[in-house]
T-cell receptor, first 114, second 110 residues
């Protein structure tokens, strides 16, 4: 398996623009997680899905952020409109059955909002 | 919200020495995991220990868990230059959700 795939790897955009981050989880994994990592706040869980259904979105900072998982092999995290404080590395991770708690991370998308 | 807190924040040792990192947490947990992150990369799962376990080994890694003190330690024996990375503990309360600490930055000097 190729592991968790994220695109793009780097994104530079101007304040106010829409940004869409993409993730393909490991085939057969039932859970998908979106994290954000910054120096100041560390690694924060934004939202996670189980069988394509959002389970906990309490970490989503505000209404500018939205996440979807239309099928088992694809998820998006959208920021609209983007702001400089959204600059961070965004990770997608996937996990297997409920009794196996390990998560497998993608390489991340480094987002810079100017 | 941060659950696990790693100590120390940074650690620098000579190659071949052992490295010990600690993690403290606040609430009851189902499991505790350690992850490694190399610079510019995603996190990689190292080892998981469940709340009813006290010690676990994997290669050069040894993890202990003391639920009475709400703490865990990660020991890396016979360190190598390739072990240079940040190490994070993450706590799970039963569901799949994990809460990560701020990490320990480990530097192995040749």
């Amino acid at each position: 398996d190729a592991g968790v795939i994220q695109s793009p790897r780097h994104e530079v955009t101007e304040m106010g623009q829409e940004v869409t981050l993409r993730c393909k989880p490991i085939s057969g994994h039932d859970y998908l997680f979106w994290y954000r990592q910054t120096m100041m706040r560390g690694l924060e869980l934004l939202i996670y899905f189980n069988n394509n259904v959002p389970i906990d979105d309490s970490g989503m900072p505000e209404d500018r952020f939205s996440a979807k998982m239309p099928n088992a092999s694809f998820s998006t995290l959208k920021i609209q409109p983007s702001e400089p404080r959204d600059s961070a590395v965004y990770f997608c991770a996937s996990g297997g059955a409920p009794s196996t708690y390990e998560q497998y991370f993608g390489p991340g998308t480094r987002l810079t909002v100017t | 919200s941060q659950q696990g807190e790693e100590d120390p924040q940074a650690l620098s040792i000579q190659e071949g020495e052992n490295a010990t990192m600690n993690c403290s947490y606040k609430t009851s947990i189902n499991n505790l995991q350690w992850y490694r992150q190399n610079s510019g990369r995603g996190l990689v799962h190292l080892i998981l220990i469940r709340s009813n376990e006290r010690e676990k080994h994997s290669g050069r890694l040894r993890v202990t868990l003391d639920t009475s003190k709400k703490s865990s330690s990660l020991l890396i024996t016979a360190s190598r230059a390739a072990d240079t990375a940040s190490y994070f503990c993450a706590t799970g309360e039963g569901a799949q959700k994990l809460v990560f600490g701020q990490g320990t930055r480990l530097t192995i000097n040749p």
